[in-house]
Nanobody
Framework: QVQLVESGGGLVQAGGSLRLSCTAS????????MGWYRQAPGKQRELVTT???????DYADSVKGRFTISRDSAKNTVYLQMNSLKPEDTAVYYC????????WGQGTQVTVSS
């Protein structure tokens, strides 16, 4: 079973930055797409961003211009650079990968204080 291990979450003040990492236990070249969801307390899980095998990216409107997804295939790692963070970005962030079967990371908490 493919494992995804996330890191990089934490507590940051509004306007600050964080970088999340998601490292896969197999080559990310074999995935159709990878990305990040997030789930805030009392809310449904929402898609934040995706990067396809071809390198195409997509973002939720709420994070466009502030978040950037990237990958390092040599390290089997996908990154989420989050800038200009807002309190409403507070959530547990989950990495996913479609092999095509979907795998999920364990989640990492991001808390943005006002």
């Amino acid at each position: 079973q493919v494992q995804l291990v996330e890191s990089g979450g934490g507590l940051v003040q509004a306007g600050g930055s964080l970088r999340l990492s998601c490292t896969a236990s197999r080559s990310i070249f074999s995935s159709n797409a990878m990305g990040w969801y997030r789930q805030a307390p009392g809310k449904q899980r929402e898609l934040v961003t995706t990067i396809t095998r071809q390198g195409n990216t997509d973002y939720a409107d709420s994070v466009k211009g502030r978040f950037t997804i990237s990958r390092d295939s040599a390290k089997n790692t996908v990154y989420l650079q989050m800038n200009s963070l807002k309190p409403e970005d507070t959530a547990v962030y989950y990495c996913y990968a479609d092999w095509p079967q979907r795998s999920w990371g364990q989640g990492t908490q991001v808390t943005v204080s006002s």
